[in-house]
């Protein structure tokens, strides 16, 4: 009875943060949860359609909380919702609903029995972690996730797969909690993955999220958080955005790029990348911390042109109650 409270309070909050009716075509709320219905979601995450998935999340919740109870395949699938909907608090701002779903995505996870899914959940908990500064919590996390898939004697295209991106976000976790040993250690071994994968042994499974050029994208962060901004430009110049295969990763290293150019006082070519995170994906022009870049960037150089515009074009829309 006590995960039922947890889950229902937690797709109430999904109601409430999601308000409005769900348009035509929204997944039902009734019925399991199937692949399709996995798919279509995180198409709209990857796609950077917020909105859209915003308006499905009711129907999903709920088939998700149902699916849960049906044994380990269930529990997976469910697992996979909150873990979706906890990046997409993140991407709202919203730290403490991030939390909440990367609990339930933790619950889920156990249920299946899956390590890769216990990865995908310690991905989700270690945002909310590290923006409550707790990054050293968020980083035993990871490396207990890490070690769980390393441990995997023969590991498929999946397992390297999940390790890589486990060991791409304890390597940003370093970086924050000021660890550049660690931090430059996950790296690597992220990079080993994905030359793993990259082998023609391996190429018949290419549906992860793993590849050379994710890792140069989380480099470009990861030293940006340990101030080799210098470093941090030098991931970026070389990373071909192009091959980056959605518009939410396109999005976000036009944005890890603003950053640190913005670190290096270059705010011209700060807002070219800011102009380009819109280009990729509009919505993540709207989300909080982007805003706040251009926010910097139009305070700092109110000269430029378009920039008046631009903040004026990705400020929240005002409310009409």
């Known amino acids: 009875m006590e995960r039922r409270t947890v889950l229902g309070a937690g797709l109430g909050a999904v109601g409430w943060w999601a308000a409005g009716a769900a348009p035509a075509g929204a997944m039902p709320a009734g019925g399991r949860l199937g692949e399709r219905d996995l798919a279509v979601a995180r198409g709209l995450f990857s796609a950077g359609e917020y909105g859209r998935l915003r308006q499905a999340l009711p129907g999903l919740g709920a088939r998700a909380r149902e699916t849960q109870e049906t044994g380990p395949v269930g529990a997976g699938r469910a697992a996979q919702v909150w873990v979706l909907v906890s990046q997409l608090a993140v991407k709202d701002g919203d730290v403490a609903l991030a939390a909440v779903f990367a609990g339930q995505a933790e619950e889920a996870a156990r249920g299946a029995g899956r390590p890769v899914l216990l990865a995908a959940a310690a991905r989700a908990a270690a945002t909310p972690l590290r ?3 707790r990054a050293d919590q968020a980083l035993q996390l990871l490396k207990d996730a890490h070690d769980q898939l ?4 023969a590991p498929s295209a999946e397992v390297l797969d999940a390790s890589g991106m486990v060991a791409l976000t304890a390597a940003y976790t370093a970086a924050q909690a000021r660890q550049p ?11 080993q993955s994905a030359a793993r994968l ?4 391996t190429r018949a499974r290419r549906d992860g999220d793993l590849s050379a050029a994710q890792c140069t994208l989380y480099r470009v962060g990861i030293h ?3 101030g080799d901004v210098d470093r941090a430009l030098a991931y970026a110049a070389r990373l071909d955005v192009a091959v980056l295969p959605t518009p939410e990763r396109r999005a976000r ?6 950053r640190a150019l913005l670190a290096a006082g270059d705010v011209p070519a700060a807002f070219a990348q800011l102009q380009q995170v819109e280009q990729a994906a509009p919505q993540e022009a709207r989300r909080p911390s982007v805003r706040t870049l251009t926010a910097e960037a139009a305070a700092r150089r109110p000269d430029l042109p378009g920039i008046t515009a631009f903040a004026r074009r990705t400020a ?4 009409t109650t």
Do not use: Y
């Not at 290293?253 to 603003?258: H, L």
């Open 198 to 201: 990259a082998h023609p042994s």
């Open 150 to 153: 390393d441990a995997v004697a």
């Open 224 to 226: 940006r958080e340990l």
């Open 131 to 133: 923006r409550t500064r």
């Open 253 to 258: 290293a036009a944005t890890d790029t603003a």
């Open 316 to 319: 929240p829309p005002r409310s």
């Open 181 to 191: 040993a660690a931090a430059e250690e996950f790296a690597a071994w992220a990079e």
